[in-house]
């Protein structure tokens, strides 16, 4: 569905991506791993038209993305959660749903069921739906921009560092819901800096360094992969199958 080709991204004279490339599979979860700078975001950014790459080819579905800005690459079927969220603070929960079905906007009734349906799988936001989005909590806030990005019905969702600032409790419940989202066949590119969590529920992952995809594999042969246990989950293994 998503392939990314030897990706080379700039800011000004900074050389951020260098040579990046990876795959996502229809129904995949893929986790994408690294610390602060390893150029996950900026690959987010890429991907969705925010920062366009000097050289390489990202392609959706067989068509090359270049170009495109970043409500076309909406329309083409890719829904972005931001890192940190990245609500309408001052408008209500019903406001912001509405903000992410804009690219049905002339189908008003599309988007009145869609919010229906998302109220039924988050209950606290149908509980809240006239509510400012800045007065919920981080969990709740979460849980909104996963459903402000649902609403554009896309076929591809990417999470950028989803469990940021939340609590453990709600951590958990984040990813239970993002494992319920790829039940129900959602292909999903999940950015982390939790890599037990992410690699847990990913089918596959890669793991960036400095610009650079320096490990790919399945999820579960990563979390046993010893330079990621020593970078990014602690140096005992056992560890890994215990929280």
């Not at 610390?35 to 975001?41: D, H, Q």
């Not at 806030?141 to 990005?149: G, T, V």
């Amino acid at each position: 569905m998503l392939n990314v080709k030897s990706v080379h991204t700039y800011y000004g004279n900074i050389h951020a991506l260098k040579g990046v490339s990876l795959h996502v599979r229809a129904g995949e979860i893929v986790s994408l791993i690294g610390a602060n700078g390893a150029g996950k975001t900026t690959l987010v950014q890429s991907i969705c038209g925010f920062n366009r790459p000097r050289k390489g080819a990202i392609e959706f579905r067989g068509e090359d993305l270049s170009g495109r800005g970043a409500e076309q690459i909406v329309q083409q079927g890719i829904a972005l959660v931001p890192e940190g969220r990245q609500i309408f603070a001052t408008l209500s929960v019903e406001n912001n749903l509405e903000m992410g079905g804009f690219i049905h906007r002339r189908r008003p009734d599309r988007i009145h069921r869609d919010m229906d349906r998302l109220f039924e799988r988050f209950p606290i936001l149908g509980q809240r739906r006239r509510q400012l989005a800045g007065t919920l909590s981080g969990g709740e806030q979460q849980m909104l921009a996963i459903s402000r990005a649902l609403m554009s019905r896309p076929q591809l969702l990417i999470l950028d560092e989803p469990s940021m600032g939340l609590a453990p409790l709600v951590i958990r419940d984040i990813f239970r819901i993002i494992g319920e989202l790829r039940q129900e066949g959602r292909t999903i590119l999940l950015i982390e800096q939790n890599a037990r969590a992410a690699l847990r529920i990913a089918d596959r992952g890669y793991v960036m360094e400095t610009g650079k995809v320096v490990l790919q594999g399945e999820g579960s042969m990563l979390l046993r992969h010893r330079q990621v246990q020593r970078a990014y989950l602690g140096k005992g293994s056992k560890e890994i199958w215990e929280a």
